[in-house]
Every structure is written in C-alpha cells, then in structure tokens.
C-alpha cells in the first residue's frame, strides 16, 4: 500500500510539472531551466563552462540540503518566507511575485487533504495570465484524469483565494465573486448578471428600465463596480511578458506536403551530469547519495516532460499544416476556417491540452513568423467555407480594384464577395470594412 501511494504521488508531480511546461514558452522554458540548474547538480545547461569544479559544486550543494529548494516547492510548499510575499520584499521577490507562487503560498497554509491540495495546485496551474480558469472543469477532469467532484471541490477552494475574483470562469463572474466578498450582492450583482453590455455603454437608464430601480441607484451600484478588478491576476509579474520572440516550430512546403519539425530538432536543451551519476555511483556518504538520487529523479522526469511537450506540439502543428495547407502554398488568402476543437479531435486529445500545447509558441514558414493561434480562425459570417481573415482579404482587394470616382458601396461589395462564393451580409462587411480601418464609400470618394 505504502510503495502504491509513493507511485501515484510521483506521478502527480510529474502531471502538474506537464501542465506547467507546455504552456510555456520557448524562452519561458529555458529561463525555467536555467533556474532550476542552480538548485539540481544534475541538470546541466546546454554549455558549461569549463572553470566548474565539480567538486566544490557538490559541496555547496550539500549545505542547500537543509535550506530552500524551489524545484520540490513548486510541489510541495512548504517554508513560508520564502513563498510569503510580503516576507520577499526588499529580497528580490515581493514586487517580482507571480500568481501561481502567491497561490501556492496559500494553499501551503490550509489544512487540506493531500487530494484535495494537488487537486487546487493543478487548477492553479491552469489559470490564465488574468487569474481565469477558462476550460470548464469537465473537460479538465478528462484531460487530468482526476475526478469531477474532486475539481469542483478544488474549484471552490480556489475561488476563496486572494486576490479576490481568481478562478473566475469569465469577466460576469470575476464580478460577481469579488461583489460577493465584499458582501453587495443587490443591485450591483443584478447588474453584472443581467446588463454588462449596457454597463460597458454606461447606459444607465436602460439599466434602471431593464431592472426597475431609478437612475441614481444604477449609477451608485455601477461606481462600486468600476472600483472592482476585471482581470485580478493581472498586477502580477508575467514572466511569459517577453520582448523577442523565436520559433519553436519550422513548417517547410515539399512539393504540396506541409513538413514540419522542431526548432530544438538537433539538440536537447539539457542534459544530466556524467560527473554526478558516476558520483552517485561511488560515494558512501548516504547522506550526499539520497540527495543525488532525488536530483537525478527529478532530472530524468524533467527530461521526459520536456520531451511529451515537443511531441505534443509537433503533433498539433502537423494537423494545423495540414488543415492550413493552401496557406503555406500561397500565403495570407487561403487561410480557413480552423478551430482548436477540430486539432484535438484529429489527436485525440482534449481541447484545453491544444490551447496550452500552442499558447505563446511560434512557427516559422516562407510567409514569415507567425503565432500558432494565428492559425485558429473562425468561419466568416454566412461566408460558407472562408475564414473571417479570408473574407477580409476578399474585400480589401475588392475596395482596391474599385473606381475611386465611384467607390462600392457595402451593399455591392457584399454581392461582389457573394459572386466570389463568400455570401456575407451588408453588415458584416461594415464590420470587417472597419476593422481594416477602411471608411465607408462617402469618404473613399475622390481619394
């Protein structure tokens, strides 16, 4: 029973650390790498300088034996100064604090059961950089293999967490958790539920008709709720905030046959310390071995992660090469209706596993570089069979070739694009037309 629940324990972790990595990005990634190479002799950055005296480096080591250890923390929290963000400040960490390290700050502080615990740790790793949890909790289950019920337990707890509003499934709810703290759940909470749109319109009045209250009540109830916080993990640190940008995904046309392969295809990011494991191997010192036994555990599980998460994303970028065909062959036109939901269907995987798998990654082609999630369009409006980038690139070629005497009015571009075999409506093209920063005909003309 004992070796059972250690198994299942180590697979946990090994779960979370999947999670965490594939949604990172490239640079995220070895910015990880690096971090966690200070702390696990084991782990060897792809150059080592040639000065390192090994030696001396397992020693050092050893006197961390007894002190912190963010790689096993990132697990199982545990010191509280060093996860307190209050206690980092002036330390390098305070105004540095990211959300998921303040939450498991957090969780480290409530008495919960060990399911349970992992149960909100995996959750935590699967907000979104404004402290959503966008992916409904069943398919998380499914993806997680962890029980329904068990989420939503978890669900719950997180929801209690500060800042208020994380966990939140959308902006109403983000709202409604956060009035709810605060105990106003009148006309304000109404307000969220029933009238966003209008309350982005600041139309007060419609508010007051639509829920039978008077204008200076609507106005009060809406004051209290410009003072709440739309996006609560967003006064974080967000490591994934990167100036440069590079590949992680190479997509080159042979023939009409989309190839695809890795930016990391010819090397490791890192790799695990010859010097170490023949220590491991010698030493007698039992107290130096449990230690190397750990890091190399850790080592070789990282190892493997990092490899199912370039497996993952070359998987889906060969389904999104192959629905996207057209495009690589011949650029911005061709690019059609394409959801997250059809690449996880295609691999069988779970959509929630898509979007981590292409967040923040980029591929690289002859037309350029380009976000994966660039690639995800939806179909334009009654536009049978054209994305919304497709009918755009329609009608502005349309409005290029027109008489600037006589400019098309929307109404004939939406026959034009209907002859072309993209029948949007009159209203859709006004709405594509701005969104190119394209004015109407009356001011097109003579220009």
């Excluded at 250690?6 to 965490?20: C, F, G, M, Y």
């Excluded at 540095?96 to 939450?103: A, N, Q």
């Excluded at 609507?218 to 940008?245: E, M, W």
């Excluded at 230690?291 to 999104?320: D, G, M, N, P």
Aim: overall charge negative; proline content about 5%; aromatic content about 6%.
């Amino acid at each position: 029973m004992e070796l059972s629940l250690q198994q299942q324990q180590t697979l946990s972790q090994i779960q979370l650390q999947s999670i965490r990595l594939l949604q990172m990005s490239s640079m995220e990634l070895d910015a990880y790498l690096q971090e966690i190479a200070l702390e696990n002799p084991l782990i060897e950055p792809l150059e080592v300088p040639d000065d390192i005296r090994p030696d001396e480096a397992l020693l050092q080591r050893l006197r961390w034996l007894e002190e912190t250890d963010r790689q096993n923390r990132s697990y199982q929290p545990d010191p509280e100064r060093d996860l307190d963000p209050f206690l980092q400040i002036g330390n390098g960490g305070g105004l540095e604090e990211t959300l998921p390290h303040y939450l498991e700050w957090q969780l480290s502080q409530m008495d919960l059961p060990e399911e349970t615990a992992y149960a909100v740790s995996l959750l935590i790793a699967c907000l979104d950089e404004t402290g959503y949890l966008r992916d409904p909790l069943s398919e998380l289950s499914e993806d997680l293999c962890v029980p329904l019920a068990l989420l939503q337990e978890a669900n719950d707890i997180l929801r209690t967490m500060e800042p208020a509003g994380v966990g939140a499934a959308d902006l109403a709810d983000c709202l409604l958790l956060q009035l709810d703290r605060r105990e106003s759940t009148g006309l304000a909470a109404a307000i969220v539920s029933q009238c966003l749109p209008l309350l982005a319109r600041s139309g007060y009045r419609q508010i007051a008709k639509l829920l039978k209250c008077s204008e200076k009540e609507v106005r009060s109830a809406c004051d209290l709720i410009r003072q709440l916080n739309p996006k609560p993990g967003a006064v974080f640190h967000q490591p994934s905030q990167t100036v440069y940008v590079r590949p992680d995904i190479y997509v080159r046309m042979n023939g009409d046959i989309p190839e695809v392969s890795s930016a990391y295809e010819e090397r490791e990011r890192f790799r695990i310390s010859r010097y170490y494991t023949g220590l491991l191997k010698e030493t007698s010192d039992k107290q130096a071995k449990a230690y190397l036994t750990e890091k190399l555990q850790q080592a070789q599980s990282l190892q493997w992660v990092i490899a199912q998460r370039k497996s993952t994303l070359l998987r889906c970028t060969q389904v999104i090469a192959e629905r996207q065909k057209d495009f690589f062959l011949s650029g911005h036109d061709r690019l059609h209706p394409l959801r997250m939901r059809e690449v996880a269907e295609a691999l069988n995987l779970h959509n929630s596993t898509v979007s981590r798998a292409v967040r923040a990654k980029y591929l690289q082609c002859s037309w350029g570089l380009f976000p994966l999630s660039f690639f995800f369009t939806q179909e334009a409006s009654n536009g049978i069979g054209h994305s919304t980038t497709e009918a755009k690139s329609l009608l502005k070629k349309i409005i290029e070739g027109e008489n600037a005497a006589a400019p098309f009015s929307d109404q004939t571009i939406a026959e034009k694009l209907s002859q072309s075999g993209c029948p949007i409506s009159r209203r859709t093209v006004a709405k594509y037309r701005n969104e190119l920063g394209i004015p109407p005909a009356c001011k097109r003309g003579g220009s």
